[in-house]
């Protein structure tokens, strides 16, 4: 074992101490998972009850490993030699006893009778069983459900419409004024985002202040905004002595040079105007002092070095005056931002009321509100005894990934450990621990809300309490990678030794060195030259489009080198470490964002035949294929959309090729549609689409959206085609978007068109599991890759800047005397005040802190090889980005090779590596997953892709005779449901029904018992038939038992409900007759027909009633060849029967061009 490894483990085995709390920095790599499965297992060893244990991760991945290992190492204890026991108990620093023995024997049994388990769980699903635990304390439904994100951006939407819609005068105001400042779209994203990124802060601010009258007051004290109203500013901006600027001014004019001298001229010219005309242009006087961007003009602008030299009293006075107007300015943007501010609040806290009381009602919350109810239900007054039940069933708390816990989390954790050390506890005798895992230069999900002044508050607080408690506190760290090899560890330490990159990495006096447990194991470093900045084309005047469509920018080329790189070395690059080749699923490639970037990477990697699982996260719909499916179901919805029709017929779905859409479109009359249908005889193409949109037109109206995509996914062919031209990745889409429809139908009326408009409000993303990905490249951000590693990482997204900080147009700024936060609304960069401006600065330092830390996350995820990469702009780098801060940290590494690059890179590789000095380590046995033999049934094993399949040789129609027939009667109309008993037509079909039934059961019981039982069956209440109504039906029921001509068809050789399906000429047919009799000679069948007006004669059986008699006397035709077929009808209304001439039944018979019905 090596020194570091040995240090490692022994600093491990310090902080899984059972009997201490503690708070362990564990840099990436450096075992976490397994710190936290050690103290669980040594917690459980010293005799904690598991069910008495709680353990919150951050993601439900890393809660899933957890528990996995856990189970898994107990599994192995519960069968283990004594020996082998022995030692892992050694490892635990655990005495190797017999009652210890015995403990860890027993843990797999006691864990697995844990109703749920071990509660490890994320802090999202710890406070959901929180409040399902205590929902009267809450005041929430105890059944409420978690909404996603497309319900709830519905939900959004709905609240912002219900109070943009109200009239009332405080809202029409509010929205007056901020109407001049912002747009609509960036007003719903405004709301949205206070809804959302910013519901806790919010939600805080309400509770303190539900008044807006209240938060408008804190806004201008957080402004530092005057009382007075903009007017009067304005008026003090153009209103005051001017005396001694009049005559710097004319200094200037007579005594400068002709660019200075014309500039005072102009404010002298301004200065002699009226009040009033001042105040109408009093951007010429302001332009005198500062650019057009609100920064202060130089002196130089309007004294030069010789006249200053002359006259030095005329700086101070240009300058008293330019400091005057800049507190002019601050007052006037406070004031107006104030204003804003108060208006947007006005606005934003009905929404939000409005969005809270919607859920209320529903009993659907998201994720956010189960935090903001579980802390609330923590911290309430009245919340002592759900704190004792909870501190009744909790010993120990283990935390992990505390960096990123946002401050909402925090009040939850903060309430319950509180608990643990408030005088004895509730359970005296009882250690109780703490244990924290986190990390600082991991924290980079500020926009989830984690705040490292809240960790660095909280890992305080905690250590005080702790030891204020007389409790034993530890606080230690952990710096031995397990992950990564030497290389990759000695670059990320230089890169983040000095410059731009400490901030927010490295404390100022922390000196970062990780060590490396992989002593011997090869590894590398890689700096390729960037892709040199797009050439200016020069662009001819009318050329057409084409003349550029091979020119690719400099990101777009990077992403073909990057492609072709992987597919170069797929399959020939050696892992020395792990004894194999490189592997596509072995590649993991990371961005900052998701833009068109990884559009055009995922692209240039299936053009270079490189597997890809694309962007680990997309929005639904604007994936190809279910942006295929909806243009499909527009289609269907609306047949004079010609565009949405076009897009169909181009697609998968469609199918047709762009020479065949032009041919079709170009020169049509009409709609695209009409074309379609009117030529679909012409090509065997325009067919296959116009059945496609028939049939998709046929189910639009009358099945549910699930339905509808469900029928084209699969009887239509629709999966197997979007699949075979898009590739399996688009099969995950396709799959949510039936789920998402599925979701839908549950909670709203099932219409295609209100789903599709849900879809639209929704926006909704698809998230890929990295396990899903198999064997094949990985394409994610930095943010969804936090948690994982790969033996290769690629870092193509270096030269890109921050600067978000920049665009944003909410500040939270904190109020004086302790009132909290308020949302400071600043539409543009002019209107910044003093406090915006220095909001602004302090959020620009958090993100450029969170900058580096992405890259220290980023670095770090690599195992094995690490290659950094990127584009240039036109512009120079600077020393604050990526791909400079890794230049950056190569320069300070020793060793480092230059080799010369190979097109289509130019320039030098920087290039760190140390070789195979030990034999492969235990990754070398794990090669990347292969995917399991594919059974027959599904396809070809190798190369198999997805294809429709291949049509019948002869299609076969499908024809129900009794659904042409239900309803197809001549005078029947349809039945109102709302009709009651008492009608004429009701009374007549129950009458019928019941003569239906007694025709079906009578026949089966001896001739003397039939009449007794229909009275018996009749008298029944629920029929509500008086003496002479059962006579009549009885009457009219043995009117057709005795018939004469009928005696065969209810024998012994009869049977009721007969189910029949055969194929006639090529249709298929299927049915149920009523009653059918096989003779020797002959075969009867009848028919039960309820309608009040039968015919009186053959002639007037109505067309479909025969045709269902012809398909069934066809079937028994093939059945029983050379019998007879004869066939009645029975009118139940008034037991008569009517025999069906042989030559109608032959002029009804299916032929094999009948429609299927």
């Not at 069910?51 to 919150?56: A, E, F, G, P, T």
């Not at 939850?412 to 005798?429: C, K, L, P, Q, S």
């Not at 890689?526 to 020119?551: F, G, K, N, R, S």
Request: with cysteine; glycine share 8%.
């Amino acid at each position: 074992m090596s020194g570091a490894i040995a240090a490692a483990e022994a600093a491990q085995r310090a902080a899984s101490d059972p009997s201490v709390s503690a708070f362990v920095g564990a840099s990436a790599g450096s075992g976490k998972t397994k710190l936290l499965t050690d103290r669980l297992l040594r917690l459980m060893l010293s005799g904690a009850t598991p069910s008495r244990i709680l353990c919150l991760t951050f993601t439900r991945a890393a809660a899933a490993e957890m528990a996995i290992r856990l189970r898994r190492r107990l599994g192995d204890w519960a069968i283990a030699t004594d020996e082998t026991l022995d030692a892992d108990l050694a490892a635990l620093d655990m005495p190797a006893d017999t009652g210890t023995r015995h403990r860890a024997r027993m843990l797999f049994g006691q864990v697995l009778d844990l109703p749920g388990g071990l509660r490890i769980d994320t802090v999202h699903a710890f406070c959901q069983s929180l409040l399902r635990r205590f929902p009267l304390e809450a005041q929430i439904s105890p059944h409420f459900a978690v909404a996603d994100e497309a319900e709830a951006a519905v939900r959004r939407r709905g609240a912002r419409e219900a109070v943009l819609g109200d009239d009332s005068r405080a809202a029409e105001a509010a929205l007056r004024l901020l109407a001049g400042q912002i747009s609509e779209t960036d007003f719903a994203g405004l709301t949205d985002r206070m809804l959302t990124d910013a519901q806790a802060r919010l939600a805080r601010l309400v509770s303190r202040h539900p008044d807006a009258g209240i938060i408008a007051a804190m806004q201008a004290a957080a402004l530092d905004a005057p009382d007075d109203d903009e007017e009067t500013i304005r008026r003090a901006i153009v209103e005051f002595d001017d005396r001694e600027i009049r005559g710097a001014l004319s200094i200037i004019k007579d005594r400068s040079s002709t660019k200075a001298c014309e500039k005072a001229g102009e404010l002298l010219s301004w200065l002699n105007l009226e009040t009033e005309a001042r105040l109408a242009c009093q951007d010429i006087w302001i332009s005198g002092f500062f650019t057009g961007k609100g920064d202060p003009r130089a002196m130089s602008s309007l004294v030069s070095k010789g006249l200053d030299a002359e006259e030095p009293t005329l700086k101070a006075t240009i300058e008293a005056e330019q400091g005057r107007l800049l507190r002019a300015k601050d007052r006037l943007a406070a004031r107006r931002l104030a204003d804003l501010s108060a208006a947007l609040a006005q606005l934003v806290l009905p929404i939000q009321a409005a969005e809270q009381s919607a859920k209320q009602g529903s009993a659907r919350f998201d994720y956010a509100d189960l935090i903001a109810r579980a802390a609330q239900l923590l911290v309430d007054p009245g919340a002592a005894w759900v704190l004792y039940k909870l501190d009744g069933g909790i010993d120990h708390i283990l935390l992990d990934e505390v960096q990123d816990i946002a401050p909402a989390q925090w009040e939850v954790i903060d309430a319950i450990v509180a608990e643990f050390f408030a005088g004895t506890g509730a359970r005296d005798g009882t250690a109780r621990t703490v244990f924290a895992v986190g990390d600082r230069k991991q924290s980079i999900y500020s926009f989830q809300g984690a705040d490292l002044a809240s960790f660095d508050a909280w890992r305080a607080g905690i250590g005080a309490r702790v030891s204020a408690a007389g409790a034993r506190w530890h606080e230690g760290s952990l710096a031995t990678s397990f992950r990564s090899t030497a290389p990759i560890l000695s670059l990320v330490d230089k890169v983040f030794e000095r410059g731009p990159a400490r901030s927010g990495v490295v404390m100022p006096d922390e000196v970062l060195a990780h060590g490396a447990s992989r002593a011997g194991q090869a590894g590398s470093v890689t700096l390729w030259p960037l892709v040199p900045a797009d050439p200016d084309p020069e662009l001819a005047a009318w050329a057409p489009a084409e003349t550029y469509a091979e020119q690719a920018s400099a990101r777009r080329r990077l992403a073909r080198s990057v492609a072709g790189w992987i597919a170069a070395n797929v399959g020939t690059m050696r892992l020395e470490s792990r004894g194999r080749t490189l592997a596509p699923g072995d590649i993991l490639i990371l961005v900052r964002q998701r833009n068109e970037f990884g559009v055009a990477l995922t692209r240039a990697l299936k053009e270079a035949g490189v597997k890809v699982a694309g962007l680990d996260r997309m929005v639904l719909t604007e994936t190809r294929a279910v942006a295929d499916l909806i243009a499909l179901a527009r289609a269907v919805l609306l047949p004079e959309d010609d565009v949405e029709l076009a897009t169909v017929l181009a697609s998968p779905l469609g199918g047709l090729s762009d020479e065949e859409l032009m041919n079709l479109a170009l020169d049509r009359k009409g709609t695209l549609r009409d074309a379609l249908f009117t030529r679909a005889d012409e090509h065997v193409a325009f067919a296959a689409a116009r059945d496609l949109i028939a049939e998709a037109q046929a189910r639009a109206d009358f099945v549910t959206p699930y339905r509808f995509f469900a029928e084209v996914l699969g009887p239509m062919g629709g999966r197997a085609r979007l699949l075979a031209r898009l590739g399996p990745e688009a099969a995950e889409p396709l799959d949510e978007l039936l789920a998402t429809a599925l979701d839908y139908g549950t909670h709203e009326a099932p219409s295609l068109q209100g789903f599709l408009a849900a879809l639209d409000a929704a926006a909704a993303e698809v998230k890929r599991e990295a396990e899903a990905a198999g064997d094949s490249v990985r394409l994610m951000t930095v943010h969804g890759a936090k948690g994982l590693q790969a033996p290769l990482v690629i870092l193509p997204d270096t030269t890109g800047q921050r600067g978000k900080e920049a665009r944003d147009l909410l500040y939270w700024i904190d109020a004086p005397q302790g009132g909290g936060e308020v949302p400071i609304f600043c539409p543009r960069a002019d209107m910044r005040s003093a406090a915006v401006r220095q909001a602004l600065a302090s959020a620009s330092d958090r993100g450029f802190e969170e900058y580096n830390r992405l890259l220290y996350v980023a670095l770090t995820r690599a195992e094995d090889h690490l290659i950094v990469c990127g584009a240039a702009t036109k512009s120079r780098l600077p020393e604050t980005c990526w791909y400079e801060s890794v230049r950056a940290g190569f320069e300070r590494l020793d060793g480092v090779a230059e080799i010369e690059a190979e097109p289509p890179l130019d320039g030098t590789i920087l290039y760190y590596a140390a070789p195979q000095s030990a034999p492969p380590d235990r990754l070398a046995a794990i090669s990347t997953a292969t995917a399991a033999p594919l059974p027959g049934w599904i396809g070809p094993e190798t190369g198999w892709r997805a294809a429709p399949p291949p049509e019948p040789k002869q299609r076969i129609d499908r024809l129900v005779p009794s659904r042409s027939a239900e309803g197809e009667s001549t005078g029947l109309a349809a039945a109102s449901p709302l009709a009651g008993r008492g009608t004429g037509r009701e009374a007549a079909m129950a009458r019928g029904r019941l003569i239906h039934a007694l025709l079906q059961h009578l026949p089966d019981l001896p001739p003397g018992d039939r009449r007794e039982a229909a009275r018996r069956y009749l008298a029944q209440p629920g029929h509500r038939l008086g003496d002479v109504e059962q006579t009549d039906v009885i009457d009219a029921v043995f009117d057709v038992l005795d018939h004469p001509d009928l005696t065969a068809l209810f024998g012994p050789a009869s049977r009721a409900e007969a189910p029949i399906a055969g194929i006639v000429g090529g249709v298929e047919i299927g049915g149920l007759i009523d009653r059918l009799a096989v003779l020797p000679d002959r075969v009867l069948i009848a028919d039960y027909k309820t309608d009040r007006q039968p015919p009186a004669d053959p002639a007037g059986i109505p067309e479909a009633y025969a045709a269902q008699l012809a398909a069934y006397a066809a079937v028994l035709a093939e059945i029983y060849p050379g019998r007879r077929i004869d066939a009645v009808l029975v009118w139940t209304a008034r037991g008569h029967v009517m025999p069906v001439p042989a030559a109608r039944l032959a002029r009804h018979a299916p032929k094999p061009d009948q429609p299927s019905a």
